[in-house]
C-alpha cells in the first residue's frame, strides 16, 4: 500500500514570499500525484496533477510542483504567495488504475499575512 | 452541473443512533469514495465503490455500510454512531480508472454525542 509524507504541518509566510511545501511518498510502481487545496470551511478543491510526461507540472493561482522519481518526491511551490492563498494544502497519490483509493498525507497548514 | 451532492451539511447524534449520510453525482462517474477528515490525519478512505453493485473497504471501514444500487447514489451508513465516528465526512467521485481525479462534495460535519 502506498504512503504519504508531508514534513510541514504548520507554515507561516508574508505576503510575496516563496512557497515550497514537501510531500514525499512511498510506493514501488506506478503513480498518479496530486495536490489539493481546502479554504476554510470549503471542500477539497484540484491544485494540479501529475499523471505522467513533463515532471514539472503547473496548475491553478500559480501554483506548480515537481516529481522526482528517485527521491519519491512531488513538492509543491508557488513563487509568491497572496493572503488569499491561505488554506490547507494535502498531497496525495493513487497508484495508477484505482482513482478512487487516493492516499493523503496529513495536509500543511498555510498562513499568509500581510 | 451541481457535480458532487452531499446531505445532510451538519448532523447532531447521540451514541448508539444510526443515520445515512447522502451521497449523489450527476457526472455519471464510475468511481466514487467515502473519506472521513480529521485534525492531524488528513483524509481516510472509508470505502469505495468502482461501479453500481460494487463495493469495498477502505482504509477505515468499522462501523459504517455502504451500497451502490445506482451509478448516481453512494450513501454511506452508521450503523450504531460513536463519539469517535465525530468527524468531517466527504464523498468523492472520479470518471476514469487509471488516470482520474476526484472531485469532492462540500462535506458533512457529524457531531455523536
Known amino acids: 500500500a502506498q504512503s504519504v509524507s508531508q514534513h510541514n504541518h504548520h507554515v507561516i509566510l508574508s505576503e510575496a514570499a516563496s512557497l515550497e511545501l514537501g510531500c514525499n511518498y512511498s510506493y514501488g510502481g506506478t503513480v498518479n500525484l496530486f495536490w489539493y487545496v481546502q479554504y476554510p470551511g470549503q471542500h477539497l478543491q484540484l491544485l494540479l496533477k501529475?499523471?505522467?510526461?513533463?515532471?514539472l507540472v503547473k496548475g491553478i493561482k500559480g501554483f506548480e510542483a515537481e516529481f522526482i522519481k528517485s527521491k519519491f518526491s512531488f513538492n509543491l511551490r508557488k513563487p509568491s504567495v497572496q493572503w488569499s492563498d491561505t488554506a490547507e494544502y494535502f498531497c496525495?497519490?493513487?497508484?495508477?488504475?484505482?482513482?478512487?483509493?487516493?492516499?493523503f498525507g496529513t495536509g500543511t497548514r498555510l498562513q499568509v499575512t500581510l | 452541473n451541481a457535480g458532487v451532492t452531499q446531505t445532510p451539511k451538519f448532523q447532531v447524534l447521540k451514541t448508539g443512533q444510526s443515520m445515512t449520510l447522502q451521497c449523489a453525482q450527476d457526472?455519471?462517474?464510475?468511481?466514487m469514495s467515502w473519506y472521513r477528515q480529521d485534525p492531524g490525519m488528513g483524509l481516510r478512505l472509508i470505502h469505495y465503490?468502482?461501479?453500481?453493485?460494487?463495493?469495498d473497504q477502505g482504509e477505515v471501514p468499522n462501523g459504517y455500510n455502504v451500497s451502490r444500487s445506482t451509478t448516481e447514489d453512494f450513501p454511506l451508513r452508521l450503523l450504531s454512531a460513536a463519539p469517535s465516528q465525530t468527524s468531517v465526512y466527504f464523498c468523492a467521485s472520479s470518471y476514469g480508472s487509471y488516470h482520474g481525479e476526484l472531485f469532492f462534495g462540500e462535506g458533512s460535519r457529524l457531531t455523536v454525542l
Open positions: 465503490s468502482v461501479g453500481a453493485g460494487i463495493t
Open positions: 457526472m455519471n462517474h464510475e468511481y
Open positions: 501529475y499523471f505522467s510526461g513533463d515532471p
Open positions: 496525495a497519490v493513487n497508484a495508477a488504475g484505482t482513482a478512487s483509493k487516493l492516499t
